[in-house]
């Protein structure tokens, strides 16, 4: 992938990050429950991807995530948003 098309795919990412993180301060305003909010941002990655995808790559797809972050998230406790 070249320079340009890397730095526009990485800008096109924040801009949905920054989205995700806007939605996710609504759901905590709509329930208190975390499991609540955890559950219902699975359900829209499995959403996301219905009709195209069987559920095992879907999930395979979450975990990949999900090891891909772990380095930015674990091993330390994360500061509550402000």
Do not use: C, W
């Not at 795919?9 to 939605?23: N, P, S």
């Not at 941002?41 to 090891?67: D, M, N, R, Y």
């Not at 380095?71 to 994360?78: F, R, S, T």
């Amino acid at each position: 992938m070249n320079p340009a098309a890397a730095e526009q795919q990485f800008a096109d990412y924040k801009k949905a990050e920054k989205k995700a993180l806007e939605i996710l301060r609504e759901m905590k305003a709509v329930s208190p429950k975390k499991v609540d909010i955890e559950l219902a941002l699975l359900v829209a990655v499995f959403e996301l991807h219905k009709g195209t995808l069987p559920s095992g790559t879907i999930s395979a797809i979450i975990q990949g995530h999900i090891e891909t972050l772990l380095p930015y998230y674990g091993g330390k406790a994360l500061k509550p948003e402000a």
